[in-house]
């Protein structure tokens, strides 16, 4: 009689449903791009005598990239810098030299125009009184008349001289004109070293010594230091399932096993037509030293978690992928098929809504010759 059960009984390793957590993800692949690169170009026409860096060389803010010969531009320098302290030198010798003897001019006139109006006083009085005649009174009348032009004239003088006067403007405009032609040369001077504005790595070189550059001309491109972002392209369907902050967890193409995470920060409003896709960007948590410019990524995003719920393999399940996906489950040594209802699906693991409970016994989809009411036992796996 045992004989003739383990006949019709067919052995099978039968899959045991159990509960457990299953994630929902959206898988995209894109490359890494930094938030902005920075182009680096001469300001002014030159040749260049130097490039102490090399393509993909981290470079520091403040650090030398390319040096263009400035031998004219040091000689333009210093000739303004003689101008500019010839200008300053007259401004000192106005304020040192001129000013105290135009205030002695001035005092001096002052004493004459005193002296030669009490020398017409007294020649009033006297000519009244008829000791001396008209021409000496007209001789101390134009006496007081020069001394007065003379005093006039020296008051303007010193006034000129002053702060608000219009030879100290004259000076002061020289010195500003000076100051500000020293400032041009020192700034062409400056233009004629190219330094790194941040820190960063140096992704593109178009340059080499002994090249003519053209202001303008794009000479090396900076990857900034920073966040380093991912961009990658999603399936328009996927759209329902994005929302910021999600988690991702990427790895470069270049090395599949480093895995590092990254977070939503970006979903662009505008789907592309051609691609029937969306733009997403997303910021790399603690990236590696791996990660290079425009390397190309996988991005695995966290689209929906669920813990506590009946999982299945989806090789357990039949018609998977079709509206009714059924299974045969194992009760009390017979194969019997039951619909279930699934829910999320991740890397051949399904979620169970409805149809089976944590323990059921179902049989494996590639045993083939076990159908609806086939007598089973169930073996070690």
């Known amino acids: 009689m045992l004989a003739y059960k383990q006949l019709w009984h067919h052995p099978v390793k039968a899959i045991v449903i159990s509960s457990g957590e299953i994630m929902h993800t959206i898988v995209a692949s894109g490359h890494v791009e930094s938030p902005h690169r920075i182009s680096i170009s001469a300001q002014i026409t030159g040749s260049v005598t130097q490039i102490p860096v090399v393509e993909g060389q981290f470079v520091e803010r403040g650090q030398i990239l390319v040096q263009l010969e400035n031998s004219e531009s040091q000689f333009i320098l210093k000739q303004t810098l003689a101008i500019e302290q010839q200008a300053l030198t007259s401004i000192r010798q106005l304020q040192e030299l001129k000013v105290p003897v135009a205030q002695q001019t001035y005092l001096q006139a002052y004493a004459n125009f005193i002296n030669a109006q009490r020398g017409l006083s007294r020649s009033l009085t006297l000519h009244s009184q008829g000791f001396v005649g008209t021409a000496a009174r007209d001789d101390a009348l134009r006496t007081v008349q020069v001394a007065q032009s003379q005093l006039m004239v020296t008051q303007k003088q010193l006034a000129s001289l002053q702060p608000d006067g219009s030879d100290f403007a004259l000076a002061q405009s020289a010195a500003l004109q000076a100051n500000a032609a020293a400032d041009a040369a020192r700034a062409r001077l400056r233009y004629s070293t190219i330094s790194a504005p941040k820190t960063g790595t140096l992704i593109v070189r178009n340059v080499e010594v002994g090249d003519g550059v053209q202001a303008g001309k794009v000479l090396m491109v900076i990857s900034p230091q920073g966040t380093i972002q991912l961009v990658v392209q999603i399936d328009e369907k996927n759209?329902?399932?994005?929302?910021?902050?999600?988690?991702?967890?990427?790895?470069?193409?270049?090395?599949?096993?480093?895995?590092?995470?990254?977070?939503?920060?970006?979903?662009?409003?505008?789907?592309?037509p051609q691609r029937g896709s969306v733009e997403v960007?997303?910021?790399?948590?603690?990236?590696?030293?791996?990660?290079?410019?425009?390397?190309?990524?996988?991005?695995?995003?966290?689209?929906?978690?669920?813990?506590?719920?009946?999982?299945?393999?989806?090789?357990?399940?039949?018609?998977?992928?079709?509206?009714?996906?059924?299974?045969?489950?194992?009760?009390?040594?017979?194969?019997?098929?039951?619909?279930?209802?699934?829910?999320?699906?991740?890397?051949?693991?399904?979620?169970?809504?409805?149809?089976?409970?944590?323990?059921?016994?179902?049989?494996?989809?590639?045993?083939?010759?076990?159908?609806?009411?086939?007598?089973v036992h169930v073996i070690a796996p």
């Open 239 to 272: 759209m329902k399932w994005l929302h910021l902050n999600q988690m991702a967890i990427a790895s470069a193409d270049a090395f599949p096993d480093q895995k590092f995470q990254a977070q939503l920060t970006y979903i662009n409003p505008r789907i592309d």
């Open 281 to 375: 960007k997303l910021n790399v948590i603690n990236p590696p030293a791996i990660l290079k410019q425009d390397m190309t990524v996988s991005v695995d995003i966290e689209a929906l978690r669920r813990n506590h719920i009946l999982l299945i393999p989806i090789n357990a399940i039949h018609d998977y992928g079709q509206q009714t996906p059924w299974v045969l489950v194992i009760k009390n040594g017979i194969a019997q098929q039951r619909g279930i209802q699934l829910g999320l699906e991740n890397k051949g693991i399904a979620e169970v809504r409805s149809g089976l409970i944590a323990g059921d016994q179902v049989v494996p989809v590639h045993e083939a010759h076990i159908y609806d009411g086939t007598l």
